[in-house]
């Protein structure tokens, strides 16, 4: 017989959701991948209007390491219901930002645990500990939310908010788990009854559904850039405070999520420069970083840029590391 197979000699399923507008940013969250681990499954689900090129793009970024990659086309019907754009919504997300909801449904059967990662995130480290964890009997594992005190302290969700509340930018789905419990249904229940209050998105219908399904994952898996603020009261999370002070200065995984975003020319965020690592080795090396605020309206590029320039000063936003 043959030696035991053991979870570490298994291909790391990664899945990555994008369309069009953050095709860059998903392509460089790949090369910082892949330069840590090479033995990685991606699965990608994009949306109907997904370009040839940049298929082609993220195959030829899968191919130069040695990497597998599935495309998913996710339909305008299968997100049709999806909120978004509304005044209390924030403005730059689209509807792929549901399309992880679909993983049971659209990943091969024999996947039954992926990770998920957001396009606006650098991995630092390889990611096999993250892998190797343990999440039988649980949905996901998470990371806590650096707005977890305010969703708390508002109630604004259906369920005892004493729970906690998450993050959804870094998933460990146990998606056995989802499929033996048809969690895809669960997640049109949700969409449909709470719809008027699903301010986050796919974020308030994961925390929603497993509120108290969830394995809390050590905070260096997704550190978020209000963990890393030096006037932190608004983003005080007292679970993970010991984690933090030890894991914010070697995180696995930096997740900038906030509008201080490394594509933009002025990103004042500590690890911008890992990011940015990644970004010139891409095909997109040659691409202008751009100066364009996320938000569409005069009023948000105002907002923005007061944001920016008076009543944040840059070398005092965010701690020494």
Same mark, same amino acid.
């Given at each position: 017989?043959?030696?035991?197979?053991?979870?570490?000699?298994?291909?790391?399923?990664?899945?990555?959701?994008?369309?069009?507008?953050?095709?860059?940013?998903?392509?460089?969250?790949?090369?910082?991948?892949?330069?840590?681990?090479?033995?990685?499954?991606?699965?990608?689900?994009?949306?109907? &209007?997904?370009?040839?090129?940049?298929?082609?793009?993220?195959?030829?970024? &899968?191919?130069?390491?040695?990497?597998? *990659?599935?495309?998913?086309?996710?339909?305008?019907?299968?997100?049709?219901?999806?909120?978004?754009?509304?005044?209390?919504?924030?403005?730059?997300?689209?509807?792929?930002?549901?399309?992880?909801?679909?993983?049971?449904?659209?990943?091969?059967?024999?996947?039954?645990?992926?990770?998920?990662?957001?396009?606006? *995130?650098?991995?630092?480290?390889?990611?096999?500990?993250?892998?190797?964890?343990?999440?039988?009997?649980?949905?996901?594992?998470?990371?806590?939310?650096?707005?977890?005190?305010?969703?708390?302290?508002?109630?604004?969700?259906?369920?005892?908010?004493?729970?906690?509340?998450?993050?959804?930018?870094?998933?460990?789905?146990?998606?056995?788990?989802?499929?033996?419990?048809?969690?895809?249904?669960?997640?049109?229940?949700?969409?449909?009854?709470?719809?008027?209050?699903?301010?986050?998105?796919?974020?308030?219908?994961? %925390?929603?559904?497993?509120?108290?399904?969830?394995?809390?994952?050590?905070?260096?898996?997704?550190?978020?850039?209000?963990?890393?603020?030096? %006037?932190?009261?608004?983003?005080?999370?007292?679970?993970?405070?010991?984690?933090?002070?030890?894991?914010?200065?070697?995180?696995?995984?930096?997740?900038?999520?906030?509008?201080?975003?490394?594509?933009?020319?002025?990103?004042?965020?500590?690890?911008?420069?890992?990011?940015?690592?990644?970004?010139?080795?891409?095909?997109?090396?040659?691409?202008?970083?751009?100066?364009?605020?996320?938000?569409?309206?005069?009023?948000?590029?105002?907002?923005?840029?007061?944001?920016?320039?008076?009543?944040?000063?840059?070398?005092?936003?965010?701690?020494?590391?």
């Amino acid at each position: 017989m043959g030696a035991d197979v053991t979870e570490t000699d298994i291909q790391m399923n990664i899945l990555l959701c994008t369309d069009n507008i953050y095709a860059m940013p998903t392509g460089v969250l790949m090369h910082s991948i892949s330069d840590h681990d090479k033995d990685v499954r991606y699965y990608v689900f994009v949306d109907d &209007a997904f370009s040839v090129e940049n298929r082609q793009r993220f195959t030829d970024i &899968a191919k130069h390491y040695g990497s597998e *990659i599935t495309f998913y086309t996710i339909s305008k019907e299968q997100t049709e219901k999806m909120p978004v754009k509304r005044e209390d919504q924030p403005t730059h997300i689209t509807k792929s930002a549901y399309n992880r909801l679909f993983a049971a449904s659209m990943l091969p059967k024999d996947v039954d645990k992926i990770i998920y990662l957001d396009g606006d *995130i650098v991995v630092r480290k390889s990611l096999r500990p993250l892998w190797d964890t343990d999440i039988e009997g649980y949905a996901v594992g998470v990371v806590h939310d650096m707005g977890e005190m305010e969703h708390i302290q508002s109630e604004r969700l259906p369920y005892d908010m004493k729970d906690g509340y998450f993050n959804s930018g870094v998933l460990l789905i146990n998606v056995k788990y989802w499929r033996e419990h048809n969690c895809m249904r669960l997640f049109d229940d949700i969409t449909e009854r709470y719809q008027e209050i699903l301010t986050l998105h796919d974020q308030d219908v994961l %925390n929603i559904a497993f509120h108290d399904k969830k394995k809390w994952l050590p905070v260096t898996y997704n550190m978020q850039n209000g963990f890393l603020y030096k %006037n932190r009261d608004r983003w005080n999370v007292p679970e993970i405070e010991a984690d933090l002070n030890v894991m914010k200065h070697d995180p696995v995984i930096v997740h900038f999520s906030t509008w201080d975003k490394p594509w933009k020319l002025e990103c004042f965020h500590p690890y911008c420069k890992d990011w940015r690592k990644y970004f010139f080795r891409s095909v997109w090396r040659n691409d202008r970083l751009t100066d364009e605020e996320e938000h569409p309206t005069l009023k948000g590029r105002i907002r923005n840029w007061l944001v920016r320039h008076c009543l944040y000063v840059p070398a005092t936003l965010y701690q020494k590391l």
